[in-house]
């Protein structure tokens, strides 16, 4: 037997946790009674339309790769859709990319944006993925915190605050998660202008732009003198019910499309091809389902939010994507022993709002995109929990 006397992985990788949501999904298989508000996903099966042009295309045949780019009418498809809601006119043959989700678009910009020791400012809390995305890509994350005193939106000020010579780029993830916050005209325009004057990227990832409640989403990147140094990123997986398909895209100049193409093109080559087609289908016809699951994540956000708030959790109003971000300080306990006894005793799981970053502590995540009667069930233990714990 030989001894391998080397480390056997990379620093970087090795350094990086893995995400905090993780075991919070592996929970629930298994224990008998137990409701998940754990998973950012919707309940929603993929409409029956999408799912049929999706078989339709393997009957067809078209069961090869397909352009690294993404077939030619899905790209035109995303061009005219992202001109149409955004305001937006990307050229479907040079700044559209297809990737693997939002999530294989945001690492794609970054790989091929960052230099070694570049900036990155990004929201706190955010999306699990953005600070080891930034690390991995040779970044420096720079937190900026969000509060919920300000609905926990990304304010100018505190942006321009965190900027140094240093800085490369601008993180953007709103509508947030895990937080449910939305950015005000002000704050888009704000951020915009700090991102010319100190001539930044923004990489934006609108991925629950159309889930909004009572107000409209506005992409940074339709701003004045943004496209141009933005990195637009959206995806069907959760505006479609698509999680399990993995497609989403890239918009942005040809110069940092034709860097992200190669990665892609050396690492997945494209995307699963049937999926590329019940993503075509969803932006063809798939209006009418996208405003019939808005209503109903609309009606379940506001019984979470009311019945959190009735019992004692103190919630901001989330204006966007389908998650609840109520404060748990109220029962003296922190957000991991909240979330870790609320299963043992209540079967009901939560994310603890420390996984998103330092300034998600004292924060649960509950996400509801699950039946009302779930919903209703899952807060009724909920509330119990906090009666008995409620020191
Ligand atoms: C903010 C955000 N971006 C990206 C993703 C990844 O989405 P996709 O399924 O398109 O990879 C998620 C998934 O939860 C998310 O919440």
Redo the contacts with the bound molecule.
């Keep these: 037997m030989t001894i391998v006397k080397r480390a056997l992985t990379n620093e970087r990788v090795t350094k990086i946790p893995a995400s905090g949501i993780r075991r919070f999904f592996d929970m629930v298989s298994g224990v008998e009674g137990s409701i998940s508000l754990g998973v950012?996903e919707p309940d929603f099966v993929t409409p029956e339309r999408f799912r049929q042009a999706a078989i339709r295309s393997i009957d067809e045949g078209h069961t090869h790769y397909t352009s690294n780019y993404g077939i030619k009418p899905l790209r035109e498809a995303i061009a005219e859709h992202t001109a149409r809601l955004r305001g937006l006119r990307y050229d479907p043959a040079t700044e559209i990319l297809v990737t693997v989700?939002?999530?294989e678009a945001?690492d794609l910009a970054l790989r091929a944006t960052l230099n070694d020791g570049d900036e990155v400012i990004v929201a706190d809390p955010s999306?699990v993925?953005y600070v080891p995305g930034i690390v991995l890509a040779g970044g420096v994350p720079v937190p900026v915190a969000t509060d919920e005193a300000s609905d926990f939106r990304l304010l100018p000020e505190d942006v321009e605050r965190a900027v140094t010579p240093r800085t490369r780029a601008i993180l953007l993830?709103f509508p947030n998660?895990p937080t449910g916050a939305v950015l005000e005209a002000r704050d888009v325009e704000g951020i915009a202008g700090i991102a010319r004057e100190h001539d930044l990227l923004v990489y934006s990832?609108e991925?629950?732009d159309r889930l909004v409640y009572g107000t409209e989403h506005r992409s940074i990147a339709a701003e004045p003198g943004m496209k141009e140094r933005s990195v637009y990123l959206a995806?069907f997986?959760k505006s479609y019910a698509m999680?399990g398909w993995?497609v989403?895209y890239a918009c942005a100049p040809a110069a940092v499309i034709e860097q992200m193409m190669k990665i892609h093109q050396y690492t997945v080559m494209c995307v699963p091809t049937s999926g590329q087609y019940a993503a075509l289908e969803a932006l063809r016809s798939g209006e009418p389902e996208v405003g019939r699951m808005v209503a109903e994540y609309d009606a379940r956000r506001r019984v979470m939010w009311s019945r959190f708030n009735a019992m004692g959790l103190h919630c901001f109003e989330p204006r966007g994507a389908f998650y609840c971000f109520p404060s748990v300080s109220s029962t003296g306990l922190d957000d991991e022993e909240f979330a870790a006894r609320l299963f043992k005793e209540e079967k009901v799981v939560v994310v603890p709002g420390s996984a998103f970053g330092e300034r998600g502590k004292g924060h649960i995540r509950a996400c509801y995109a699950t039946s009302m009667e779930r919903i209703h069930e899952a807060c009724d233990r909920i509330e119990r929990f906090v009666n008995r714990n409620t020191r």
């Design positions: 950012g989700g939002v999530s945001v999306y993925a993830g998660n990832d991925i629950y995806g997986s999680t993995r989403g």
